[in-house]
């Protein structure tokens, strides 16, 4: 879909838009190939593709060679300059990276498709919900008679 | 083309279609029903895709302007500050709604006796209790018995986990010395009835896959089927036909699957197609005798619209909540601040329910209800790892007063996919609602530093969440006086004396809860008054 040039532009603002952790445990969006879930993306926003790119053109392709603070700044611009384009991209860069099983584990939740596994939580234990619930018990009646 | 005719004709497969043609099941009448949204595939649900998140703002939205699919009407609601949220198919809105279970409590039903405001139901909740235990019965619903905060009832399964996001949460409670208790949930805590059992998933507006919650795709209507119920999907309804002589209703003008324009005669039309899309359609079914719509003579249909206006208030605690995990509105509900208190600046009261959290994306995005994504850059990856995990929120879930500005009327311009004109939302949140939930922000803020948060995030910007008018109320309202509401206090018109209407319409006050409980109980309870009225029913 994208040109060399292209995706090499697109990767570098969408590592920006979600950038990786300092640690470099947790990828940017570009390194995690979002750029290949935006042009699927019709379904949530008509025309991805042309929106992606007047982001693309507006930034330019010398935006990879600026430094990162340079790189904010430029971006912080061109939402101010084309605000529905970008937030359009912001929105579906933010789709198609945590629709990724491999994200979800980043941030405590389970890569699976949530059905059929579910996740295995134990009901607390008749005691406990005795203790927690003992003082609510122990004041008696809240609600209002009507007659 | 015409059709046999029936003895009863229901318009709407959701929660108050399938329960009033349960109801009506022993008397051995010929029941159709009509359904404008398909029988979803129970595996059908987007939840075993890997990509699970990503429906809920695609085909599974639960706004219908999202969605856009053939079954659905759109509805313009600019002139709103909440849109209302919907499921179009054979269960209706209870396919995606989240199984929250709370009844209303029995002042909701004389808020005009005793704090002088909204109208008094024709009904009490003496007389409901035996419905809700009944439709409890047919639904399969979990909690824990002994909660003060009602007449003594006990739900027959015990609850589910309230996880470590409730327990955390209901210790913030404790030390505040308020009310909470675990929801009641029509949702499975244990295999029941042939069903499966919650497996906590957490993503129950995505259809649950289990079959678990209490939609009535899995409830009711596989005992209705099998009872020789007549069930006609993609079939939509038109407009309701008069005979301008007597009155009384005909049947309907539908459009089939086929995509032919039907028509089915009918003894009693029974209208169950939810508090916007009922007045959609009576508004809808104009006639020499009805020029401003069925049932319309006193200018009500559509008057009176309510939700239930929410905000809602997270603390990030130290440790992970794990919130994703267990179904997702439910954990705690606190009823503390739900009765009038003159001390307050307001009247009736509001809920603080526990939700839980959702998966990563619709954090990011804003939340569920909300088109708010957090920023991006640095500030992005602050909110995802140091604040996502460790959230724990409180919802303040406020009772909206009947207002007749706020209403329902038809768009000019705007139509379905058959041109059938589609709904418009007027709605402006009251002066008291909007004291309450000030009122509820702070109250919430307390419990959460109570429970331990470290910090409070609070947007505090008198906004209420756009995509949640997932209860529609009051627009058809029912009431013993002609002059003042559309149906008498058992569900039938005061105009047409054999249509009933059995949804959330009906509702005179909205209570503060969640209503489908309330909704299903009442149409158990018109369903029963047609099966002891039966010798004079049109009288
Ligand atoms: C996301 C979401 C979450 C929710 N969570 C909860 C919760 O936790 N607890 C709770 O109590 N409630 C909840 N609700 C609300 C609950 O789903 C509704 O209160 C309930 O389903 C209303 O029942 P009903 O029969 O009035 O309408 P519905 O269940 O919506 O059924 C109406 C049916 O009528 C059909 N229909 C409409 N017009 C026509 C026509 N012209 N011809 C043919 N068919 C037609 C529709 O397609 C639909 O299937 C939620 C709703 C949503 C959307
Ligand atoms: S959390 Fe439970 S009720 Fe909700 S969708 Fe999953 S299995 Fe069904």
């Given at each position: 879909?994208w040109?060399?040039?292209q ?13 990786p ?35 693309m ?25 084309k605000p ?5 991209l912001?929105?579906l ?5 945590y ?21 295995p939580?134990?009901?607390e ?17 809240v ?5 | ?5 029936v ?33 979803l ?28 699919l ?31 279970w ?37 639904t ?41 208790w675990?929801s009641?949930?029509s ?12 497996v ?13 919650k ?14 020789g ?41 029974v ?53 994703h995990?267990g ?14 208190d ?18 990563p ?17 640095a ?16 919802t ?5 007063l ?5 209403c329902v ?24 609602t ?21 910090k ?41 004396k054999n ?41």
């Open positions: 879909m040109t060399q040039t995706r090499t532009l697109l990767d570098a603002i969408l590592d920006e838009l979600v950038p952790s300092n640690d470099g445990t947790i990828p940017g969006a570009g390194a995690l190939g979002v750029a290949d879930f935006l042009p699927t993306a019709d379904a949530f926003a008509p025309n991805p593709v042309d929106t992606t790119q007047a982001v053109m507006a930034l330019g392709e010398s935006f990879v060679e600026l430094t990162r603070p340079e790189k904010v700044a430029a971006l912080h611009l061109i939402e101010a300059q529905d384009a970008f937030a359009t912001v929105r860069t933010y789709m198609g990276y629709s990724r099983p491999d994200t979800r584990p980043l941030f405590g939740v389970g890569a699976h498709p949530i059905h059929p596994q579910g996740y939580v134990p009901r234990d008749e005691a406990l919900m005795d203790e927690l619930t003992a003082p609510v018990r122990a004041r008696g009646k609600y209002r008679d009507a007659k | 083309m015409q059709n046999e005719p003895d009863v004709l229901i318009i709407g497969a959701g929660a108050s279609g399938a329960a009033i043609a349960w109801s009506l099941l022993e008397t051995r009448m010929r029941i159709l029903c009509l359904e404008q949204g398909p029988h595939k129970d595996k059908g649900y987007p939840s075993r895709d890997d990509g699970y998140e990503l429906a809920r703002y695609g085909n599974f939205s639960c706004d219908p302007n999202v969605r856009g053939k079954q659905d009407y759109p509805i313009n609601a600019d002139d709103s500050c909440i849109t209302p949220v919907n499921f179009n198919a054979v269960g209706g809105s209870t396919i995606n709604f989240l199984g929250h709370p009844r209303m409590k029995p002042s909701d039903f004389r808020t005009r006796s005793l704090d002088g405001v909204g109208a008094d139901w024709p009904v009490d909740y003496d007389t409901l209790a035996p419905f809700y235990d009944m439709n409890d019965r047919n399969g619903v979990s909690g824990l018995g002994g909660n003060p905060a009602y007449p003594d009832y006990a739900p027959e399964l015990p609850p589910i986990p309230i996880g470590k996001l409730g327990q955390t949460l209901a210790k913030g409670f404790n030390a505040r010395g308020y009310h909470w675990p009641d949930v949702i499975l805590s244990q295999d029941h009835d042939g069903r499966q059992k919650c906590n998933a957490g993503t129950c507006d995505l259809g649950c896959a289990a079959g678990a209490g939609g009535t795709n899995f409830t009711y209507w596989p005992m209705l089927e099998n009872a119920v007549e069930l006609r999907s993609e079939c939509r309804v038109r407009e309701i036909l008069v005979d301008e002589a007597t009155g009384f209703a005909t049947g309907v003008l539908y459009h089939g699957a086929d995509g032919q324009v039907h028509e089915q005669m009918a003894e009693l039309v209208v169950a197609c939810n508090g916007v899309g009922t007045p959609r359609l009576l508004l809808n079914s104009k006639s020499k005798a009805f020029p401003d719509g069925l049932a319309n003579r006193n200018g009500m249909v559509g008057k009176n619209l309510m939700f239930h206006p929410l905000t809602g208030v997270a603390g990030v605690f130290d440790e992970p909540m794990l919130g995990e179904p997702m509105a439910c954990s705690i509900l606190s009823q503390e601040f739900y009765e009038t003159p001390t307050r600046d307001f009247v009736r009261g509001y809920g603080l329910h526990s939700g839980r959290s959702t998966p994306m619709t954090y990011a995005l804003g939340g569920y209800g909300v088109d708010s994504p957090i920023p991006w850059g500030e992005h990856r602050e909110a995802m790892d140091n604040v996502y995990p460790y959230l724990a929120g409180l303040v879930v406020s009772e909206d009947p207002e007749e500005h706020n009327t038809l768009d000019p311009d705007l139509t379905d996919s058959d041109g059938i004109a589609a709904p418009k939302i007027t709605y402006r949140l009251g002066d008291n909007r004291r309450m939930l000030r009122h509820g922000e702070e109250r919430a803020k307390e419990i959460l530093l109570a429970a331990g948060a470290k409070v995030l609070s947007k505090g910007d008198d906004n209420v969440w756009w995509r949640a008018g997932w209860h529609q109320m009051g627009t058809c309202r029912m009431g013993d006086d002609p002059v003042t509401s559309v149906v008498n206090g058992w569900g039938r018109s005061h105009d047409v249509l009933f209407i059995v949804d959330g319409s009906i509702f005179p006050t909205a209570g503060a809860v969640n209503p489908t409980s309330t909704i299903q109980a009442m149409a158990l309870f018109i369903g029963d008054c047609i099966k002891t009225n039966i010798e004079t029913l049109f009288d």
